[in-house]
């Protein structure tokens, strides 16, 4: 089963879908299980690193929006969600060693230590889902694709080992539709916020709109402008690009499920 | 010249106050200063201590607001001030050892380690300009009081060595004012945002409205319900209970004054 089957998924409850996952028996991508909760991405690091991350966090939280922090040593999560094993309920685990993917995993238990610290970081699942609502077109979603993510020339703000460009996600729509998204997204700064910048690429630094450096390409339809977000693959690609000695993540697409709505996320 | 004579630094740039206050010119409390500029609350914490407290903010933003975490080390800033010097670029600081208070400074610079992290906070004055300008009575200003603040019963979430219970501040109005208020706060999340209670304070486990915990008692008039918000000496109560070996605080009222207008806190 795939995920283009997560229909099945929809209106499960987080709690379920986590103790799914944590048997082994969802392996896949998360996208569209849950209908209406937040999913989360996730960083793992030492505490030795963890002070840099939380810094990098703090002094860029447009592009990494902390939902939770866990204390050092707990594979358990106190706020978003409950009775979750951090270690165990994402469907695809990414390990990092100095920087480089040393393998991908369904659970993460052989490799816990003591000093772990987990920074579970908001999505744009959450915003999308009320864009959805508002009637604003989702154009990845509509064509069945991964959204498009493009490398920026908009620095981040470093923090210790932690430092690079911002990562943005982008959707194309026209102008009515991004003043409301605009509205919208505004409103909902603990998934990303506002956007960042619509219009000419090249004023973010973006040469080929039609070759993302991540994700998928998609139509922009005539009287169309891209829109790009803060992207949470912004996080990654700095902790990638700092190369500590040990990190997990998790796999792309494949998040955590948390038991907090979307609608919670409004200011 | 005391601060009931700060009109005179009312229109004065940020800097020129800042410069003022540097040479020891201005040693008094900084309320009305530098209209439209934020005032920040300051904790400065060695590293050691400085991962708790960035995490107790992470899980308290709206008591413990972040405008700007410095460099350990460093005593310049970098985002919401230029050219300014932390060590003595505040009216009054309060040094404190093992929780208890050891002195007050007008600089403390000789007290200045490699290893100090400084944490500029949000503060309420922001919001108040904000309310003030919307027509919203600010009592305990109009009453030239400082603003009533309480303990309560809501627990922060603890974070390592810090933990306790939120502090609030009061401000009296009417129904519709509170209405009015709670949108205007509520698009300020970085200093303080939304009200956290209003109307009978003992459920939030205030005994007497009339003795508050700090600052003064104000007027409560006929047709007027207590509107709470959470307060910046949170983290600083936290930060007394913990009783780190070392801590540097400003004193009440002798805030740093930013380069950054109160409009720009606004999502």
């Known amino acids: 089963m795939k995920e283009n089957n997560n229909s099945a998924y929809e209106n499960m409850s987080p709690a379920k879908v986590r103790s799914l996952i944590r048997e082994g028996k969802i392996t896949w991508q998360t996208s569209g299980m849950c209908r209406g909760f937040a999913q989360a991405n996730l960083v793992i690091l030492p505490k030795e690193q963890a002070y840099d991350f939380l810094l990098f966090a703090q002094r860029n939280p447009t592009s990494c929006p902390l939902l939770e922090v866990s204390d050092a040593g707990s594979r358990t999560l106190k706020y ?120 000419d690429p090249s004023k973010i630094g973006i040469k080929d709109i039609a070759a993302p450096d991540y994700g998928d390409s998609v139509t922009i339809k005539d009287g169309e402008i891209p829109v790009f977000w803060p992207c949470g693959v912004t996080p990654q690609a700095a902790l990638m690009a ?10 792309p697409g494949h998040m955590f499920i948390t038991d907090i709505l979307n609608s919670s996320l409004k200011n």
């Not at 469907?91 to 052989?110: F, H, I, Q």
């Not at 230590?113 to 989702?138: H, N, T």
């Not at 700092?242 to 796999?251: C, R, W």
């Open 80 to 199: 978003i969600a409950k009775d979750a094993d951090i270690a165990t309920d994402i469907p695809k685990y990414r390990l990092w060693e100095n920087g480089e993917l040393s393998g991908e995993y369904t659970d993460v238990e052989r490799f816990w230590r003591d000093d772990l610290v987990c920074f579970l970081i908001g999505c744009s699942f959450s915003f999308e889902a009320e864009l959805i609502s508002s009637q604003i077109p989702v154009r990845h979603i509509e064509q069945g694709r991964n959204v498009p993510m493009y490398n920026t020339s908009i620095p981040c703000v470093s923090a210790g080992i932690f430092k690079g460009n911002m990562v943005v996600s982008m959707r194309p729509m026209t102008e009515r539709e991004a003043i409301a998204a605009t509205a919208i997204t505004a409103a909902m700064p603990r998934v990303h916020g506002k956007p960042v910048h619509f219009g």
């Open 242 to 251: 700092a190369k500590p000695p040990f990190a997990i993540t998790h796999a």
